[in-house]
């Protein structure tokens, strides 16, 4: 990743917490910031508080899958 004025916020949606925190340290190794939830309902409470540059989400998920909480979030 090319060195920039801004760092970029990622939302890294998974519920496996072993590859949730392997795709944290990739990420942060790249410079990226990195905000983790396990779970969809901990991601939306996030998301009232800041919005990132980008999420990436797992889809299948317990509770609430990756489709229902980006339609939710886009309401």
Known sequence: MTKSARTHTLLVIEDDPAFLDNIDVILRMEGFR?????????????????????????????????????DFRLL
């Open 34 to 70: 990195v905000c983790k939830a396990s779970s969809g309902a901990t991601a939306l409470a996030m998301l009232r508080d800041e919005i990132p540059d980008l999420i990436l989400c797992d889809i299948m998920m317990p509770g609430m899958d990756g489709h229902t909480l980006l």
